[in-house]
């Protein structure tokens, strides 16, 4: 048995079935492609093209605006991601920013925004992004510095936002401001008077970044996304309903990692042998294994749970994106030393898992900080006599 039927042996409803296979359709026919889309640096258009195609970006939006099911489900989101990242974190990227770029519009814009970008996301006709992180501020998200000030029915927006996915290419951003003492989510149309696009990083992985600089950028009042200064909660739930996505693209490219480990080791014999059975190697393989169906088990647990009320389930994405994607790390780690040299060599298989494998355990939440905020929840229960 392959390790990629294992995927096939969790008890799935026929819907996520389905998906995984048209999941796997999508992915096999980019693989080919997939070194030529991790380096663009812009989106791909065969990547995009070919997803669009496959209709899988309407997972990202409710039925009543053109999506696939009535609601934007955790688990359909990372039952795709597992697939996709172990083929190309691109692709995987494309995937996933719709729906983390389009949610708030979906819980908590007016209509009007809705019917104009929601049907266009799920075609694939609109590339979504979330615009948070500054240049001076990350994990600390309080001290966003960009402001957004209403009058006479427009809003104005002064900041600088940086590192940001599909940043450049993408054809509206859901940008948190600063508004009076609290803060607003505003979606600006990327071809908004007032905004100036830069790619001052380029980073190890695949990942399209771009720097966004708005200077008095206007846009009608109707495009804050839900009420004024409680755009903080529109962000929480977007990060509860997608964080254990991260960590189903974590096991996904895991696996990959592994099968790459077990094609090298089990084919080219040393003193004799093959690697896969010479000192530790069968143990570091058999320990990646174990780790990935560990990590596995929570993440789909995480991310059932997630599907059915997301908030009330953050602590479990929250371990399931740590779980997974240090998992990751480590699994693609030994990947590379198993392979001895040729785990080295720029523009293999295991060289792009091995750079698309690192920034999971910062982005979306970096480990440490997920850590902070899981041992308040863990003591704030103790005190509270709440632990079994
Ligand atoms: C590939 C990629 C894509 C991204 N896409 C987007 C995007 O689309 N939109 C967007 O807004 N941003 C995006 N980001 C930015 C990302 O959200 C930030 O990198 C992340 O929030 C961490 O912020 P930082 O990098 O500034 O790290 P910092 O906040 O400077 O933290 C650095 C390190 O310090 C430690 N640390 C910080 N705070 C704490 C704490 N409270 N407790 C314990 N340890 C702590 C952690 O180890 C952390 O990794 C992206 C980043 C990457 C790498």
Request: hydrophobic share 45%; with cysteine; aromatic share 6%.
């Amino acid at each position: 048995m392959s390790l990629d039927s294992k995927l096939d042996s969790y008890e799935l409803a026929p819907r996520y079935r389905e998906l995984q296979r048209e999941a796997g359709a999508v992915a096999a026919a980019l693989a080919a492609h997939a070194d030529v889309a991790d380096e663009a640096s812009g989106i791909d258009p065969l990547v995009r093209e070919t997803l669009a195609a496959s209709g899988l970006a309407s997972v990202m939006v409710s039925a009543e605006y053109g999506g696939r099911f009535e609601s934007i489900d955790s688990l359909a989101v990372t039952v795709v991601r597992e697939v996709f990242a172990g083929t190309s974190g691109h692709l995987d990227s494309l995937f996933a920013m719709q729906g983390i770029g389009s949610y708030p519009v979906s819980v908590g814009g007016s209509d009007r925004l809705r019917k104009r970008w929601l049907p266009a996301v799920a075609a694939l006709e609109a590339v979504a992004a979330l615009a948070l992180t500054e240049p001076h501020v990350g994990s600390d998200l309080k001290a966003i510095t960009t402001t957004v000030e209403e009058a006479g029915g427009k809003l104005t927006i002064r900041g600088h936002k940086s590192f940001i996915t599909n940043g450049g290419d993408a054809d509206f951003y859901c940008v948190l401001c600063r508004e009076k003492d609290g803060f607003s989510l505003v979606l600006v149309p990327a071809d908004t008077p007032g905004i100036k696009v830069t790619r001052p990083y380029q980073i190890i992985a695949p990942h399209i970044l771009g720097d966004i600089v708005f200077a008095d950028t206007r846009v009608p009042a109707d495009h804050r996304i839900g009420e004024p200064g409680r755009g903080f909660r529109l962000v929480l739930s977007t990060l509860a309903t997608f964080r254990v996505s991260v960590a189903g693209a974590a096991v996904g490219l895991a696996n990959a990692a592994l099968n790459e480990a077990l094609r090298h080791t089990a084919g080219r014999e040393q003193f004799g042998v093959p690697l896969a059975a010479l000192g530790p190697v069968p143990s570091m393989l058999a320990l990646s294994w174990t780790e990935i169906e560990m990590a596995r088990s929570l993440t789909y647990r995480a991310a059932a749970a997630a599907a059915r009320d997301p908030d009330a389930n953050l602590h479990l994405s929250s371990m399931a994106k740590i779980g997974a994607t240090e998992v990751a790390g480590r699994v693609v780690d030994r990947a590379v030393q198993v392979m001895g040299r040729f785990g080295l060599v720029r523009g293999s298989v295991i060289e792009r898992l091995y750079r698309e494998a690192r920034p999971m355990r910062i982005y979306e939440g970096s480990t440490e900080v997920i850590l902070d905020s899981l041992a308040r929840q863990l003591l704030k229960q103790h005190s509270a006599g709440q632990r079994s």
